[in-house]
């Protein structure tokens, strides 16, 4: 995993140099690891357990987000006004190449 700590905004640190469909191909292999460590860990139910089941959402709801820009509601906290400029220089600049 890229944030081994499921901090989203230390995932988004790491992908800022990567094109847009590699983001989105990112956070999907992001998202799919947080869950599968979510579920080889159910059993616990404890708060470590319950961090990977949200990192998890905040993810897809971010590939939500890139491909469809409607504002997830999981994300909570974080500047969206940023967000979107970023999704729009990231967008620009696949239209670029």
Known sequence: MISTSC?????LDKIT????????LIA???ATAAER?????????????KVYEEYAVVL???IGFLRNGIKPSSI?????QYLDT????WK??????
């Open 60 to 62: 897809k709801d971010f």
């Open 92 to 97: 620009n600049l696949q239209q670029e190449c």
């Open 28 to 30: 999907n292999e992001e």
């Open 86 to 89: 970023v999704r729009d220089n």
């Open 7 to 11: 901090n989203f905004n230390e995932f």
């Open 37 to 49: 460590t979510f579920y080889k860990k159910k059993a616990k139910q404890d708060h470590e357990t």
């Open 76 to 80: 909570r906290g974080f500047d969206f």
């Open 17 to 24: 140099d990567c094109d847009y469909a590699d983001i989105i």
